[in-house]
């Protein structure tokens, strides 16, 4: 039960990890430079974007939750099983940052979460 609820929180926060510093680079805008000066005015709007810096967060939440998961369970469960964030950042991308997928993408998608189930497999 404990490490079904731990995969759940490492998937979770992870998948929110992602789409979240997504959406702050986004707002943030492209970095096409390599000038200094505009570097460090780009690395300032990182640090001072919420979505970012809550990204930065759930993604560190997910770590620590991972290695504590691994200091008693198999990794060679704890790691295709939390997989599955795969499946949630692409639903995330198109729910929350109104991202298209294609189907090619979707069918990736579902490739996972069919080699997830087999890993699973007693």
Same mark, same amino acid.
Request: glycine letters at 8%.
């Given at each position: 039960?404990? /490490?079904?609820?731990?995969?759940?929180? !490492?998937?979770? *926060?992870?998948?929110?990890?992602? @789409?979240? !510093?997504?959406?702050?680079?986004?707002?943030?805008?492209? @970095? *096409? /430079?390599?000038?200094?000066?505009?570097?460090? +005015?780009?690395?300032?709007?990182?640090? /001072?974007?919420?979505?970012?810096?809550?990204?930065?967060?759930?993604?560190? @939440?997910? &770590?620590? *939750?991972?290695?504590?998961? +691994? *200091?008693?369970?198999?990794?060679? &469960?704890?790691?295709?099983? /939390?997989?599955?964030?795969?499946?949630?950042?692409?639903?995330?991308?198109?729910? &929350?940052?109104?991202?298209?997928?294609?189907?090619?993408?979707?069918?990736?998608? +579902? &490739? @996972?979460?069919?080699?997830?189930?087999?890993?699973?497999?007693?």
């Amino acid at each position: 039960m404990m /490490t079904a609820i731990m995969v759940v929180i !490492i998937v979770l *926060s992870n998948a929110a990890g992602d @789409v979240l !510093i997504s959406k702050g680079m986004k707002q943030v805008g492209e @970095v *096409s /430079t390599v000038n200094l000066r505009e570097l460090w +005015l780009i690395g300032k709007r990182v640090l /001072t974007n919420g979505s970012f810096l809550l990204g930065v967060l759930c993604l560190a @939440v997910s &770590f620590f *939750s991972f290695i504590y998961v +691994l *200091s008693w369970a198999d990794m060679s &469960f704890i790691v295709p099983v /939390t997989s599955v964030v795969y499946v949630l950042s692409v639903l995330g991308a198109k729910v &929350f940052l109104k991202e298209e997928i294609s189907r090619m993408r979707w069918l990736g998608t +579902l &490739f @996972v979460c069919l080699g997830v189930a087999v890993i699973c497999l007693p």
